[in-house]
């Protein structure tokens, strides 16, 4: 079992709508969560992070974070055809020594038609 | 403030050759950790350098290995290339508060895209 799990997709969805994006995990100790975009042929550019359980909005971008279901989901509003891309989440934990490695989904492609 | 950058974009080796990747942290940065990224898949973590030492790596063989720069540029050199390795190679600098614990958020290059034949 992979330590985090995400839907390949790909999903498409008409321009305006709501997306909703979503991974699992089962490593209890993640207490960092974040969600990088990724264009094709590009690097992971940083959308949200996020510490522990809860809710974050940044503009039309919604992260959300469910410890005890070790489940966390990214809600896009008014979907645009910029906003096609792979998403990827990614969550780390604490660990001693200032040592951060990044655990990522294998991520989700979108593609947000006109 | 200047990005991550790396180079080259594209690198095509075959089998048994040994290759060199750069990267340069973003600006203020001092930590860089390296991932490698195969078609449709996510991220995979190699290894991460603080202070000119490596001070974490994942699950890759030896024949990965890197260094820091004190100007916090890195490299990643891979010794005998196996086809598997062909791979987007991505470099993500970050700045570690230097405390017990890093929180440090990682912001990636658009990463190097390597070909072994």
């Known amino acids: 079992q992979k330590e985090v799990e995400q839907d390949p997709g790909p999903l498409s969805v008409p321009e305006g709508a709501i997306v909703s994006l979503n991974c699992t995990y089962s490593?209890?100790?993640?207490?960092?969560f974040m969600w990088y975009r990724q264009y094709s042929r590009k690097g992971p550019e940083l959308l949200m992070y996020?510490?522990?359980?809860g809710n974050k909005e940044d503009g039309r971008f919604t992260a959300q974070v469910d410890k005890s279901s070790k489940y966390i989901s990214l809600f896009i509003r008014d979907s645009q055809p910029s906003d096609s891309a792979t998403y990827l989440c990614a969550m780390s934990e604490q660990i001693s020594g200032g040592y951060n490695k990044l655990i990522f989904g294998a991520g989700t492609r979108l593609a947000v038609h006109p | 403030e200047t990005g991550v950058t790396q180079s080259p974009t594209h690198l095509i080796k075959t089998r048994g050759q040994q290759v060199t990747l750069r990267c340069s942290s973003q600006s203020g940065h001092n930590t860089v950790s390296w991932y490698q990224q195969a078609l449709g898949q996510g991220p995979q973590f190699i290894f991460q350098?603080?202070?000119?030492?490596?001070?974490g790596r994942g699950n890759f063989p030896p024949r990965f290995s890197g260094l820091q720069f004190p100007n916090y540029s890195s490299e990643l050199n891979v010794n005998a290339l196996e086809l598997d390795d062909s791979a987007l190679y991505l470099c993500?600098?970050?700045?570690?508060?230097?405390?017990?614990?890093?929180?440090?958020?990682?912001?990636f290059g658009p990463g190097t895209r390597l070909t072994v034949l």
């Open positions: 993500a600098s970050s700045l570690a508060s230097g405390g017990t614990y890093s929180t440090d958020t990682q912001y």
């Open positions: 996020t510490y522990s359980s």
């Open positions: 490593n209890s100790a993640f207490q960092y």
């Open positions: 350098y603080y202070r000119e030492e490596e001070n």
